[in-house]
Nanobody, 118 residues
Framework: QVQLVESGGGLVQAGGSLRLSCAAS????????MGWYRQAPGKQRELVAAITSGGTTNYADSVKGRFTISRDNAKNTVYLQMNSLKPEDTAVYYC????????????WGQGTQVTVSS
């Protein structure tokens, strides 16, 4: 069993920065890929950034150059540093852990709200 808990969301003005954290606990050895998804009102959930156990990263085109995903294995935590925030970044951000098991499985955090004002 894996628990993912996000923190760091809030209200920020356009051009500002936030850092999201995702703390993992439980059977975290199951997780091969960690990622951040977001869902804005009226839009589908989309992948923002992902990082593999080997350190390979992937970003949505809309956030390249502005967001950085990283992980601290000693603290079992994944971060999303968000700079130069835009109003269109407003969404609920969800931490995701993908387990490559006999039957693949995804773990999800509860989500944290990020609101970027004009």
């Amino acid at each position: 069993q894996v628990q993912l808990v996000e923190s760091g969301g809030g209200l920020v003005q356009a051009g500002g920065s936030l850092r999201l954290s995702c703390a993992a606990s439980g059977s975290i050895f199951r997780i091969n890929v960690m990622g951040w998804y977001r869902q804005a009102p009226g839009k589908q959930r989309e992948l923002v950034a992902a990082i593999t156990s080997g350190g390979t990263t992937n970003y949505a085109d809309s956030v390249k150059g502005r967001f950085t995903i990283s992980r601290d294995n000693a603290k079992n935590t994944v971060y999303l540093q968000m700079n130069s925030l835009k109003p269109e970044d407003t969404a609920v951000y969800y931490c995701n852990g993908h387990a490559r098991l006999v039957v693949p499985y995804d773990y999800w955090g509860q989500g944290t709200q990020v609101t970027v004002s004009s």
